[in-house]
């Protein structure tokens, strides 16, 4: 009689973590570059008390519906959260006419030197720091190209804008040109899976399995100077979520409070009698 | 659940830090010289409970993992130095910079240099050149009670003409540029100062190495962008708005889950 108390539980854990990766979404509705996370929820069986093939016992005793039909483990599965997933789908372009703001339009990355390793954003509002390198907010170099994608030492590969007072023009393939000369070509990749990509805060992606998911050089990718990609969180469908998310736990809290109630019942007035 | 209400609370935050710097652009949005801020938020670090990649046997990982984020933070604010409409006001001592130059002048209690584009200047007492807060220009441009015109010309050149006619070259006011002009620290009164983020400021004669020219009897209007400010001050209310919400049914939940025994 216990059982049926588990099921409901691990539903109303489910739901948690959905409001936790909803919170997280919504906190970040207006953080340029920021990709939503999305959960997804996977049935559980827990064991098969019947098998499917049925060997009904003909003919010492009656046949009952029930033996037709095989427990599969259905009537007692749980639910779990198996995975989250960031949804790479593009977020809306929002004009700044800053010469350093640089959106993409398409499904590549920017390559970004960390000192744990090379990262991969999207959020291009990018900086010039005071040696004149070319950097993220949090000062970390943007790199160059050098014509295979990812190959070489990135302290090879930093961007350096200074000594050239001018206008600075970076065109749709990413060529940063000052003063009409090409100084350097902005290393924009693509993934073939873009499931190994993994947050790492700051608005990074890390990829998890280089060797098999290498970054490739873009070529569906087109960088937009003096534009910026807003958060591609959708609030509707994020508050909807967060609305059936609710409403789903308070079901899974009812289911577990019937439980207690017949459990309490079992213990209680059946001895009674 | 008590992650989701932490989580939006630095949601919260984060508008309203959106807000805090709408509130300065707008109040500011009649301030001759003035250039508007921007925020930039960035997500926080995420808890990884499952690793992506994570080994399920001999030859299959996980392709996804469960990765839950801990909400948002303000990366940084920085001014947008985009050139602010051409104000015409016909008053000689109103200097606009037509380009990315700024100009120097010195504080009047500390002597130290900083740099503005509000180039409202008014003639003191001693007949020099400086700002309403009485910060001189830097070099000093001193007018002879005698002039009964002056002439800036765009490369800078301050001239004089006394009642006869006759033409005097008062001086010539130079003009500052710097790498990474966001990078400036704005210290109110319209005035910046350099950092170590901004670099060392580069000094040039009006119509050279790129640090504008001088356009006199004009000043620069605030670069504030009236409708494009609304359309972030509701984006950020909305946002606030929907971060409560977020905390309403954390609070609920909780509330529920506490209730299932009574």
């Given amino acids: ?273 | 659940m008590f992650k989701a209400l932490t989580t939006s609370a630095t949601g919260l935050e984060a508008q309203q830090a959106n807000i805090d710097r709408i509130a300065n652009d707008l109040a500011n949005v009649n301030t001759d010289g003035y250039k508007r801020d921007t925020t930039e938020f960035q997500d926080l670090m995420y808890d990884t409970i499952k690793e992506p990649g994570a080994k399920l046997g001999a030859s299959s990982t996980t392709p996804v993992g469960i990765q839950e984020g801990m909400g948002v933070k303000v990366g940084a604010s920085h001014k947008i130095f985009e050139q602010g409409s051409a104000k015409v006001t016909n008053n000689p001592y109103d200097l606009m910079v037509e380009g990315k130059g700024f100009f120097p002048v010195t504080l009047p209690n500390t002597g130290e240099v900083v740099y503005t584009r509000a180039g409202a200047f008014k003639v003191d007492a001693q007949g020099r050149l400086g700002t309403s807060s009485g910060a001189l220009m830097e070099p000093q441009i001193t007018i002879p009670n005698t002039a009964t015109s002056v002439v800036i010309g765009p490369d800078g050149q301050v001239k004089a003409y006394d009642s006869q006619g006759a033409e005097s070259v008062l001086g010539q006011i130079q003009l500052v540029n710097f790498v990474n002009p966001q990078g400036l620290m704005a210290i109110g009164g319209n005035f910046y100062k350099s950092t170590a983020g901004s670099g060392e400021p580069q000094q040039g004669v009006p119509g050279e190495n790129g640090v504008g020219t001088i356009m006199q009897g004009a000043l620069e209007a605030s670069n504030v962008n009236v409708a494009n400010t609304m359309v972030e001050m509701i984006n950020a209310q909305r946002g606030f708005e929907m971060n409560t919400r977020v905390m309403g049914v954390a609070d609920k939940m909780l509330e529920a889950t506490a209730n299932i025994v009574r």
């Fill in chain 1, 1 to 273: 009689m216990s059982k049926p108390l588990w099921p409901a539980v691990s539903g109303a854990m489910a739901r948690d973590h959905q409001v936790e990766v909803i919170s997280n979404n919504l906190a970040n509705v207006n953080t340029n570059g920021f990709k939503r996370d999305d959960v997804s929820f996977q049935e559980y069986l827990a064991k098969k008390e019947k098998t499917d093939d049925l060997t009904v016992d003909i003919p010492r005793s009656p046949i009952k519906d029930k033996d037709l039909y095989p427990l599969d483990g259905r009537d007692q599965s749980f639910v779990i959260v198996n995975g989250t997933h960031t949804k790479f789908t593009p977020g809306g372009l929002k004009v700044t006419d800053n010469p350093l703001d640089l959106a993409l339009d398409g499904p590549g990355f920017f390559e970004v030197s960390t000192p744990s390793g090379i990262r991969y954003t999207r959020a291009g509002s990018f900086k010039m720091a005071p040696d004149g390198k070319l950097v993220t907010t949090d000062g970390y170099p943007v790199l160059a190209a050098d014509g295979q994608a990812g190959a070489t030492d990135p302290a090879g590969r930093y961007i350096n804008l200074s000594g050239r007072p001018g206008p600075l023009h970076i065109n749709d393939s990413g060529e940063v040109y000052m003063n009409d000369e090409k100084v350097a070509q902005l290393d924009v990749v693509e993934f073939g899976n873009l499931d190994p990509i993994r947050k790492v805060g700051g608005l990074n992606f890390e990829n998890k399995d280089p060797i098999r998911n290498p970054p490739q050089v873009a070529e569906k990718t087109h960088v937009k100077q003096g534009m910026i990609e807003t958060s591609n969180v959708n609030p509707v469908q994020e508050i909807s979520n967060l609305i059936r998310a609710n409403r789903m736990f308070e079901e899974d809290l009812k289911a577990m409070k019937t439980v207690n109630e017949m459990m309490s019942k079992e213990v209680n007035d059946i001895g009674k009698m």
